[in-house]
């Protein structure tokens, strides 16, 4: 069997153990890794903290069954509980295995060392293959068949909105024109086609198709809006002194973490006021500063921790009912705004 640990590379692995474990001390405690993977953190998390039990959460099947042998190999199968899902499906997973509240919840939104190596699903820009992209090859909608129906108009507002992609309508003109004669089935097509759309003079460093290949990505497995719709959900469950520590790696991502995360953060109230009601006061408590980034020696170590950009709260008092109404509110509203 092949030794996952010489493939996966966890990013910013100290940081996140020291986040995650303080809120774990206690036995009993719950840890969700939303974004298990190859279970990377997932292992360090449980072996920092040896009271705790962790729930791992993928959609990727594959890696699901690779990380399970690992923690029974390691020794942590007995505290551990793999689930099948996407984590957006996270009050259902915690409802069917009647778990209540939970302590830590941790996030990693970057793309699993299995799905980038492997050559045969599209994700990657840098092999030939099928434009596949799906994270849980159970569903039905792949990057083929975005690139097959899509109009023209939808496919620009893809690429604009999730891959900010400066010639976003050019790239989805020359799609729709090129498609009924040759249709888009490879990810060396699609490189080649944008290669021929995007100006020499106007390119970004690297492949001029990787913000293309982004976009596609986000839309086949709905990340932005499963992002959106589970940080309320991850609130609603989290105990007092529990953790949130997530792991972006487009601006995209951040910006609805940071949103999410703000909420808690500030007084919901009028300035001037004499006194701050008590459902108006912050109800988080920053532990990262902002966004932490890595360092050169990590990034020289690991080039794809270049773009991580790394935020964590705690939980320092109950979310007033009102709060969390506004905090789904939001969201919904949030998602609404991407739809149109």
């Known amino acids: 069997m092949t030794d996952i640990t010489t493939i996966h590379q966890p990013v910013l692995l100290g940081r996140c153990v020291d986040l995650v474990a303080p809120a774990l001390e206690k036995p009993g405690s719950v840890v969700v890794d939303c974004t298990l993977g190859l279970a990377g953190h997932a292992t360090n998390f449980l072996k920092a903290a040896p009271?705790?039990?962790?729930?791992g959460i993928d959609?990727?099947?594959?890696?699901?069954?690779?990380?399970?042998?690992?923690?029974?190999?390691?020794?942590?199968?007995?505290?551990?509980?793999?689930?099948?899902?996407?984590?957006?499906?996270?009050?259902?997973?915690?409802?069917k295995l009647r778990v209540r509240?939970?302590?830590?919840?941790?996030?990693d939104l970057g793309l699993s060392s299995l799905q980038i190596d492997e050559t045969d699903r599209g994700f990657s820009y840098s092999h030939d293959a099928p434009l596949d992209m799906r994270m849980d090859v159970t569903q039905s909608?792949?990057?083929?068949?975005?690139?097959?129906?899509?109009?023209?108009d939808d496919l620009a507002r893809i690429f604009r909105d999730y891959g900010e992609e400066?010639?976003?309508?050019?790239?989805?003109?020359?799609?729709?024109?090129?498609?009924?004669?040759?249709?888009?089935?490879?990810?060396?097509?699609?490189?080649?086609?944008?290669?021929?759309?995007?100006?020499q003079a106007h390119r970004p460093a690297g492949n001029p198709a990787k913000r293309v290949f982004q976009a596609l990505r986000i839309e086949v497995n709905g990340e932005l809006d499963k992002l959106a719709s589970t940080l309320p959900q991850i609130a609603s469950r989290l105990a007092v002194?529990?953790?949130?520590?997530?792991?972006?790696y487009h601006s995209l991502e951040d910006k609805?973490?940071?949103?999410?995360?703000?909420?808690?953060?500030?007084?919901d109230a009028p300035a001037g006021l004499p006194m701050?009601?008590?459902?108006?006061?912050?109800?988080?408590?920053?532990?990262?500063?902002g966004a932490l980034k890595a360092d050169e020696e990590e990034m020289a170590a690991n080039p794809r921790s270049a773009s991580v950009r790394l935020r964590a709260v705690e939980l320092v008092r109950p979310i007033p009912e009102r709060r969390m109404r506004q905090l789904e509110h939001r969201t919904d509203h949030r998602r609404q705004g991407r739809n149109r």
């Open 51 to 55: 009271n705790a039990r962790l729930i």
């Open 59 to 95: 959609r990727d099947t594959e890696a699901l069954a690779l990380a399970t042998e690992r923690m029974r190999r390691e020794g942590l199968a007995d505290r551990f509980t793999p689930v099948h899902a996407a984590f957006d499906a996270f009050d259902e997973v915690l409802a």
């Open 101 to 107: 509240e939970v302590n830590a919840v941790f996030m």
């Open 141 to 152: 909608l792949t990057a083929q068949e975005v690139l097959a129906t899509y109009g023209q």
């Open 166 to 199: 400066r010639f976003a309508r050019q790239i989805a003109r020359e799609i729709v024109a090129r498609r009924a004669a040759e249709p888009l089935t490879t990810s060396a097509q699609l490189n080649r086609l944008v290669d021929q759309v995007v100006p």
């Open 241 to 248: 002194g529990g953790r949130i520590v997530v792991e972006s």
């Open 256 to 267: 609805t973490v940071k949103s999410f995360m703000n909420q808690g953060l500030k007084v």
């Open 276 to 289: 701050i009601p008590p459902d108006a006061e912050p109800f988080f408590r920053e532990l990262t500063r």
